[in-house]
């Protein structure tokens, strides 16, 4: 089997989104662009590698909810977790 990683994708442009829900929005790119420029960069460096990303769409909205229910706050942790169990399709 091959190994599957996971990176954030985004829903929209504009706003909100995670920086609105983020505890720690100082560390989310600034804009659309910049986060888009990031994500291209690190699917291209992870395929580089030999590993095998998929964009996972998070809805801002279903991961306040899982974190509200975890008790976490909505930090880079949790958003990677939460990304691995999308992943595995256990939330």
Known sequence: ????????????????????????????ENSYEEWLAMFTRTLSDLSAQGLFPERIQVDPEKLVSWCEKSNRPIDAAARSEFVARTLRNEV
């Not at 190994?3 to 989310?28: I, K, N, S, Y």
């Open 1 to 28: 089997m091959e190994p599957r990683l996971a990176q954030r994708g985004t829903r929209a442009r504009g706003g909100g989104g995670f920086h609105a829900v983020a505890a720690d929005p100082e560390v989310l």
